[in-house]
């Protein structure tokens, strides 16, 4: 088992930058790779970003590639998104996700764990 939180939402205008953080708690959090989600209102939670066990392996969804970059840092047991030239249909909860396995994941039902969600308002 593993514990989800994140962190770091708010408000942002266009344009502007934002970082979210998903701390864990639990198992060994080398042990899994992680992932970020979002889901905007009416609409299907979709695949944001990915990252594997040790950091070195990415993967973005093509929507925010230039624009966001995924990282973790094991020692800390946290997993950050940092989002730049944020855009309002980038509006959204974001979720962090963890999966028992090393690869990276761009589909919902790969990830065993999830977190409660963080809010991010992209103003216009």
């Known amino acids: 088992q593993v514990q989800l939180v994140e962190s770091g939402g708010g408000l942002v205008q266009a344009g502007g930058s934002l970082r979210v953080s998903c701390a864990a708690a639990?198992?060994?959090?080398?042990?899994?790779?992680m992932g970020w989600f979002r889901q905007a209102p009416g609409k299907e939670r979709e695949f944001v970003a990915a990252?594997?066990?040790?950091?070195?392996?990415?993967y973005y969804a093509d929507f925010v590639k230039g624009r966001v970059t995924i990282s973790r840092d094991n020692a800390k047991r946290t997993v950050y998104l940092q989002m730049n030239s944020l855009k309002p249909e980038d509006t959204a909860v974001y979720y962090c996700?963890?999966?028992?396995?090393?690869?990276?994941?761009?589909?919902?039902?790969?990830?065993?764990?999830w977190g409660q969600g963080t809010q991010v308002t992209v103003s216009s």
């Open positions: 990252i594997d066990w040790s950091g070195t392996g990415t």
């Open positions: 996700a963890a999966r028992v396995g090393v690869g990276v994941r761009s589909s919902y039902s790969a990830y065993d764990y």
């Open positions: 639990g198992r060994t959090f080398s042990s899994y790779a």
